[in-house]
């Protein structure tokens, strides 16, 4: 079968699409379901170990109590003139009454002592109640902790992720590969993305963007430099797919998803990989380990029961199959989707070969990025933690072997393709070993990523894109010392674009267009621009790029972000609504808890 007569025979690549949309829709409904065992289980075991404390001291205290009342109960037993100084001190009391009253006091004594054992015995059957309602506020937590995770990652994706790449705006010697990628996206009716380039020698690329219109292109020198036309027009149409079919925003999703399963993985190999303290062996540390080596086995033995029997398998879930399980659910959502891209660009290119070709070049160079994080590996053209591009097709594997992937593009081609894929492996390790022998000077490296984590927690050290929103020129100060009157240096215009970072402070910091860094007053209104990073607004020609497709700003002051007293940044905020959140958990498991315990 020729290529023209594979091009028009589409049904079968378009079944093929259809299929992998279908099976797109299950994984995603599936992650979803596999959340609510998630959310139990972090509910259960956060629950448990509150009640098993609680457990723990209600029976301390209980068996000092009953024995206080066993030794009340004996000592109203026990006849006057003993010569026990307890009995001596009760018939003291008894005296205290008229002859009338002193069977009433017997009898109120009595009915202490049975009121105090019905209520021990009441609060320890309220433990099974406390733990579903203290498991529903935990849930109820956890779960608001999903949307700030989804929150976090789907509020600036593309800034985020072209800033942990390290993608600056490409060049004019760029300017073939734009004007690929422009017509490119003319034929598939698609906003035309921006393209980004990451000064790696490693071939590969991503799309990022939560919408088409917001959407970019981000590809690396290294394939620039070893694709020729054809192949890189391939390449960028198979990104192009993955904005055309939402891919981007599903990659958002999909990666929430996953870090969200893998959170206490991760918080508990932080933990285990954390420096500890060194025991200097002082006679306090030995009392006090003492104490507990001699304290807490008994109440761990009188603690042990059913609530940390069900507790294993239940930890075992949480801290190993629900982070394979995102995983494998993300991987499993990342390979079906490079199928459908890889369908759609020989569709849109109509030339599969440049596609194949491509495929196994990179295959031959290799495709890993050192500092790429785990969980962004899942956008990327090829696999970026894999040393070598042919490695990889497991089930934890975010991308299909590139052997698989070429494969599918052959039934289109013909084995008429089969020699020009062997050239091209030859050509990818020829570069692979230039590469080596010849390392390029080294760039200015983005931020190595820890973890998975890293994604989360990082902040952009660039600062994030802003347009000023106000009436009348905002006044630039390079000193806020205490003591000192700020020294105003320059005026920001109105509408003009700065960088500003998120730590809060007296006043904010910035840096505008022209380079120079100063603060401005905290209640200056800013509006962020998600798709814009900082190297964009320092370059004219890029920057009245972006100024030419902004709205006038009297209609976009509406939308700008409020920077009063009590909310001086995005960060700032976030960490308030997580401070309060965790401040009412805290106070109502704690209410709630006192509250069992009084009785």
């Keep these: 079968m020729t290529p023209s007569q594979a091009l028009d025979q589409p049904v079968l690549v378009y079944t093929r699409i259809a299929q992998n949309r279908r099976r797109t829709v299950l994984l995603v409904a599936f992650s979803v379901i596999a ?75 009595a009915g202490y002592l049975r009121q105090r054992r019905a209520a021990l015995v009441l609060q320890e059957a309220e433990l099974p109640r406390m733990l579903l309602e203290l498991m529903l506020l935990i849930g109820t937590a956890v779960t608001a902790l999903l949307g700030l995770l989804f929150w976090a990652i ?11 790449a390290g993608a600056w705006p490409a060049r004019s010697a760029d300017a073939e590969a734009a004007r690929l990628l422009d017509n490119l996206a003319i034929g598939a009716g698609l906003p035309a993305p921006k393209l980004y380039v990451i000064e790696t020698g490693a071939p590969n690329a991503f799309a990022a963007g939560m919408r088409p219109e917001d959407a970019v292109v981000v590809v690396t020198r290294g394939a620039l430099n070893l694709l020729d036309r054809r192949e890189l027009e391939g390449v960028l149409a198979h990104e192009l797919s993955h904005i055309g079919n939402r891919d981007t925003r599903l990659n958002s999703i999909a990666a929430s998803l996953a870090l969200f399963l893998r959170l206490p993985y991760l918080l508990f190999r932080r933990e285990l990989s954390a420096p500890r303290p060194v025991n200097c062996g002082t006679d306090e540390d030995t009392f006090r380990e003492g104490v507990v080596f001699t304290e807490s086995p008994a109440a761990a033995r009188a603690s042990f029961g059913l609530l940390d029997v069900l507790a294993l398998p239940v930890a075992l879930y949480v801290l190993v199959v629900a982070p394979l399980l995102g995983t494998l659910l993300r991987a499993a959502i990342s390979r079906e989707r490079e199928f459908l891209a890889d369908a759609d660009a020989a569709l849109l290119t109509r030339f599969p070969q440049g596609l194949m070709t491509a495929l196994a070049k990179i295959g031959g160079a290799g495709s890993a990025l050192p500092n790429s994080n785990p969980a962004f590996s899942h956008f990327y053209f090829a696999d970026p933690a894999a040393a070598g591009g042919w490695v990889g097709g497991g089930l934890l ?41 010849h390392p390029p000077p080294a760039a200015a490296p983005a931020p190595a990523a820890a973890d998975e984590l890293d994604a989360f927690t990082r902040g952009n050290p660039m600062g994030r894109v802003f347009r000023v929103v106000a009436a009348a020129p905002v006044p630039l100060c390079d000193d806020i010392r205490p003591g000192i009157p700020p020294m105003v240096v320059a005026h920001i215009l109105p509408g003009a674009l700065i960088a500003a970072f998120d730590d809060p402070g007296v006043m904010r910091e910035v840096i505008t267009a022209a380079g120079r860094f100063g603060y401005i007053e905290n209640s200056v209104e800013l509006i962020p621009l998600d798709n814009v990073i900082p190297a964009e607004i320092y370059d004219p020609k890029l920057r009245a790029a972006i100024e030419a497709r902004l709205p006038p700003l009297g209609a976009t002051a509406t939308r700008a972000e409020p920077r009063d007293a009590t909310a ?32």
Excluded at 51 to 65: K, L
């Design 35 to 109: 959340l609510v065992p998630f959310v139990v289980g972090v509910s259960y075991l956060a629950s448990g170990g509150i009640v098993s404390q609680v457990r723990a001291f209600m029976q301390v205290s209980h068996a000092r109590t009953r024995a206080r009342l066993d030794s009340l109960e004996a000592l109203s037993a026990i006849a006057p003139g003993s010569g026990d100084p307890r009995v001596a001190y009760l018939e003291t009391l008894r005296a205290e009454f008229p002859a009338a009253e002193r069977q009433a006091f017997d009898t109120d004594l």
């Design 154 to 164: 789907a509020k600036s994706p593309t800034a985020k992720l072209l800033s942990a």
């Design 397 to 437: 594997a975010t991308h299909p072997p590139l052997q698989q992937r070429i494969l599918r593009l052959v039934a289109l081609e013909g084995a008429t393709a089969v020699p020009a894929l062997e050239a091209a492996v030859r050509e990818g390790k020829r570069y692979a070993a230039e590469r080596a022998a």
């Design 568 to 599: 001086r940044s995005t960060a700032l905020i976030a960490s308030s609504i997580v401070i309060g959140a965790a401040f009412v958990l805290v106070l109502a498991v704690a209410l709630l808890i006192l509250w069992n315990v009084a009785g």
